[in-house]
T-cell receptor, first 120, second 116 residues
Framework: AQKITQTQPGMFVQEKEAVTLDCTYD???????LFWYKQPSSGEMIFLIY??????QNATEGRYSLNFQKARKSANLVISASQLGDSAMYFC?????????????????FGQGTILTVHP | DTEVTQTPKHLVMGMTNKKSLKCEQH?????MYWYKQKAKKPPELMFV???????INESVPSRFSPECPNSSLLNLHLHALQPEDSALYLC???????????????FGDGTRLSIL
């Protein structure tokens, strides 16, 4: 079973509008972290925002915010005031906490990604 | 500019060639990673080094050989690759390597590898 699910292969948004990219996850580990990355066509993976499983408040970083609904196991990325430069592939990823022996070594599990296109 | 530097940016090699990909970071991170990424797919983890020791090998074929000469450098030695190995190879580093740390992995720009 997939641990990270991004159900939107592609999304379109008008410049200056807000857009929500969906991400649901599956884990039985009470300690985990959720990350969003942006990958432009140039290839670089750019870290955007982080949400910890024990964080009480939704994470925000500039125009990016994370709508974290723990009971529903969802961690949607909200981009406000979209810009043309936001056009890229967006990946949701999860890092689960250490199990006995601490062998997770920070392994990230990625979703399939969502291609966001911002129209002028 | 990224804080993780990968060279070369592009590499074309024949199936009998030997080449190496290089990755360097000066953020004091103690965990370093190699990923393989096909077009429009998520990155797939290949190797993890933690404190310069190989911690995870995700059943990668032996034609890929990682090396971590010191805490700042990570190499990926390539030999006798196949056409299906053509992909974007991403290096990443993070401050910690275990647990649900909130430290993100920082990625380089990647090396686009083409096997003829």
């Amino acid at each position: 079973a997939q641990k990270i699910t991004q159900t939107q292969p592609g999304m379109f948004v008008q410049e200056k509008e807000a857009v929500t990219l969906d991400c649901t996850y599956d884990t039985s580990d009470p300690s985990y972290g959720l990350f969003w990355y942006k990958q432009p066509s140039s290839g670089e993976m750019i870290f955007l925002i982080y949400q910890g499983s024990y964080d009480q408040q939704n994470a925000t970083e500039g125009r990016y915010s994370l709508n974290f609904q723990k009971a529903r196991k969802s961690a949607n990325l909200v981009i406000s005031a979209s810009q043309l430069g936001d056009s890229a592939m967006y990946f949701c990823a999860m890092r689960e906490g250490s199990r006995a022996g601490g062998t997770s070594y920070g392994k990230l599990t990625f979703g399939q990604g969502t291609i966001l296109t911002v129209h002028p | 500019d990224t804080e993780v530097t990968q060279t070369p940016k592009h590499l074309v090699m024949g199936m009998t060639n030997k080449k190496s990909l290089k990755c360097e970071q000066h953020m004091g991170h103690r965990a370093m990673y190699w990923y393989k990424q096909k077009a429009k797919k998520p990155p797939e983890l290949m190797f993890v080094y933690s404190y310069e020791k190989l911690s995870i090998n995700e059943s990668v074929p032996s034609r890929f050989s990682p090396e971590c000469p010191n805490s700042s450098l990570l190499n990926l030695h390539l030999h006798a690759l196949q056409p299906e190995d053509s992909a974007l190879y991403l290096c990443a580093s993070s401050q910690g390597s275990g647990g649900a740390s909130n430290q993100p992995q920082h990625f380089g720009d990647g090396t686009r590898l083409s096997i003829l």
